[in-house]
């Protein structure tokens, strides 16, 4: 895919809105229910009650509809962590980290499970697929955040430290989701995470 190309004709009326709606609709519940590999153009269209050539205007090839559902569940799933950082801005570290890791370990768990959808069905998970991430959603947020709590943060740099902890969480909790057997719960992760965070964090 060329640089800049967009993965869908932008809807310029309403009923056009809907439409591409009723497609993600029925492709996100074709994915979930049957696989990828089911959830052919010509299933989408005959659930989403349209042709498969208006399937393809606004979608040029089966990958941009994953794309899109991929980008709508990032958006969706991070909503959480986004609205409790807001809450939680002039809240002590210690008080909101741990909720704030487990609404990252709930985030993670529904994008990663629709990765894992699309791999089952083989499909390409880079360009259109790695377009957005929940990392670049949030960091404007993080970092007021991060720039709220200055007085109990004492790492020099903040940009570091924000680009540190994000993928320090996220790296703990992805693993931890692979590991489907664990013994470790979710909720010793988030109180072991949260330690390790906060530690880092005030250099206590």
């Given amino acids: 895919m060329e640089q800049g190309t967009p993965l869908r004709n932008s ?3 309403r009923r056009a809105g ?3 709606d009723r497609i993600l609709e029925a492709a996100n519940t074709l994915i979930l229910k049957r696989g990828h590999a089911y959830a052919t153009t010509k299933r989408i269209a005959k659930m989403a009650h349209c042709s498969i050539g208006t399937v393809y205007h606004y979608f040029p090839k089966k990958e941009s509809i994953s794309a899109s559902l991929l980008e709508n569940l990032v958006i969706i799933s991070t909503g ?5 950082l807001l809450a939680s801005m002039h809240a002590p570290l210690a008080e909101c980290l741990p909720e704030q890791i487990r609404l990252v370990l709930v985030s993670r768990r529904i994008i990663l499970e629709f990765r894992r959808q699309l791999h089952r069905g083989a499909v390409r998970t880079d360009g259109e697929l790695s377009l957005l991430k ?3 959603i949030l960091y404007t947020t993080n970092r007021a955040f ?4 200055r007085s109990e943060i004492k790492v020099d740099d903040l ?3 924000l680009y540190t902890t ?6 703990v909790t992805d693993a931890h989701i692979a590991a489907d057997a664990s013994a470790v719960t979710d909720e010793q992760v988030v109180t072991h995470l949260s330690d390790v965070v906060l530690r880092y964090l005030t250099q206590s």
């Fill in 146 to 149: 991060f720039s709220h709590h």
């Fill in 18 to 20: 809907l439409t591409v």
């Fill in 11 to 13: 809807p310029v009326q």
């Fill in 166 to 171: 994000a993928y320090l969480v996220i790296g």
């Fill in 134 to 136: 929940p990392e670049d």
């Fill in 159 to 161: 940009e570091a430290a």
């Fill in 80 to 84: 959480p962590v986004r609205r409790h």
